[in-house]
Structures are given as structure tokens and as C-alpha cells.
């Protein structure tokens, strides 16, 4: 899983430029990420053609504390404009933490529950291939809270514009939020509602894009599961996974 010099056009002004004696081009250093993401290997594990590997970790943790990698995911996998009426998608994904990840000094959105060491990641998406927002949070922490969270870091909108949801959000908190930030919520009532309310089903068949976006992004081990101590590193491995699915 790599990319050629035409897709690294489309990235390739929001890259730092490279002055002096360079020893890995960042076409190259992007590939690496790639291979290391895509394989869930070691860093010292990474093929002598990348270059060596504890660069290319000091290089990425750079990008990651300079803000590079937050700048390029805003550039290309954000899509959303608040001007525009978009139908947003709200889900979550559950994924396993290594046992060496846990007790680091540093953020960590790391939580347990029955399936052990788990980390959230809850998404807001436009279609199967660009994002609006995404945070993490400990595997024990339910959808719904964080849901609202994702809503306040997105909204308010300047139009209203449809949020189709699962019945993990369907509460009256949430929806409630979901309206007072302009969102219209799409999301089924429970069975066991006293006064169950219409929705739009035709529209609700759309969640199956953020599902398959999902689908895309765990193709990546190194986000199917959790590798990394600190949220900031794991984040920035999101952040180029959606970056690589949204210019291929």
C-alpha cells in the first residue's frame, strides 16, 4: 500500500518543504507510515528501503506534535462545510489495546470492559470516504455522551442538515443536543418507547456508508488494533489512514 508521485501531488503543498541535506523524501516517508500502519509491525521492523526506521519514528512524532498531520487530515478527509447542507453519519467502532499499551504518562483514551483493554473511536462522516470529526474514548464510555461531545466539536451548523444515527443514540438528551446545533436526527426509537416518533427510512439506509468506512480504515492493523501508548500517536495513524482513503 503505497503512493505514486500523481496522488502525492494532491498532498504535496500542505507537506513541509525540504531544505539542506534530506536523507528520506517525504513521498518516502509518507510510504513508510503506510507500510508500518497498513502491517502493524515493529518500527524496527521496517524495510531498509524506507530508510532507517528510529528517523522515521522521530520524524512522524514531529509531524504529530507540530500539528502536520492534524493540518493534512483537515485538508483532505474533513469535507465538511457548515455552509452546506450535508447528511452526516454518526457511529462508533470498538477496538483491542495491547497489553503494553496501558499506564503510559500521557493522554490515554484506553478503557475496560468484557472484551479487556479497549479504546472508541466515534466518528462523524459525510459518505464512505471523507469525515467530518472523530474522537476517541475508553472502550467502557457508552455512544451517546460521546456522541453529543462529537456533535458540540462540529456544530452549530449555519443550516440545518440531517444526522442519521443508530439506536444508541436515540435518547432525549441527544436529540435534543442534535437540534440545538442544527442537526436534524435521523435514528429509530426503541421498542420499548411509549410514544415511538417517525423517521425517515429511506435516509437511515445511508448509515451503511460509515460502516463501510470503517470497514476501510481497519484494513490498517495498526488501527484494527491498538498499538500505540499515547492518543496523539494513535490519532495521527487515524488521520493518515483517512487521509490515504480519501485521495486514493
Known amino acids: 500500500m503505497e503512493i505514486n508521485e500523481r496522488t502525492y501531488g494532491k498532498i504535496r503543498h500542505i507537506l513541509p518543504v525540504q531544505r539542506g541535506r534530506v536523507t528520506v523524501q517525504n513521498i518516502t516517508f509518507i510510504n513508510a507510515l503506510l507500510y508500518i ?11 531498509k528501503e524506507y530508510g532507517k526506521w528510529h528517523v522515521i519514528y522521530k ?6 506534535k507540530d500539528g502536520i498531520m492534524e493540518r493534512l487530515f483537515r485538508v483532505h478527509a474533513n469535507g465538511i462545510v457548515k455552509s452546506a447542507r450535508p447528511i452526516l453519519l454518526l457511529d462508533s467502532m470498538s477496538v ?7 499506564k503510559k504518562t500521557g493522554g490515554q483514551s484506553i478503557g475496560r470492559s468484557k ?3 479497549t479504546c472508541k473511536i ?8 471523507r469525515v467530518a470529526e472523530f474522537i476517541l474514548s475508553g472502550g467502557h464510555c457508552h455512544d451517546a455522551p460521546q456522541g453529543r461531545l462529537l456533535m458540540e466539536t462540529v456544530g452549530p451548523l449555519e443550516t440545518t442538515a440531517p444526522l442519521v444515527m443508530d439506536r444508541a443514540y436515540e435518547d432525549d438528551w441527544t436529540r435534543r443536543t442534535a437540534q440545538l446545533l442544527k442537526f436534524s436526527p435521523v435514528v429509530p426509537p426503541k421498542s420499548n418507547r411509549v410514544n415511538p416518533w417517525e423517521y425517515d427510512t429511506t435516509l437511515y439506509r445511508r448509515r451503511n456508508e460509515i ?20 492518543d496523539a500517536m494513535y490519532i495521527g495513524f487515524i488521520q493518515l489512514a483517512l487521509v490515504y482513503v480519501s485521495i486514493k
Open 37 to 47: 500502519c497498513e502491517n502493524g509491525c515493529k518500527w524496527r521492523r521496517l524495510p
Open 59 to 64: 520524524r512522524f512524532n514531529r509531524w504529530v
Open 96 to 102: 483491542p489495546v495491547h497489553l503494553r499499551c496501558f
Open 115 to 117: 472484551g479487556g483493554l
Open 122 to 129: 466515534h466518528m462523524m462522516a459525510l459518505d464512505a470516504r
Open 211 to 230: 460502516e463501510r468506512l470503517f470497514r476501510l480504515i481497519q484494513g490498517f492493523r495498526r488501527i484494527f488494533c491498538r498499538f500505540e501508548k499515547l
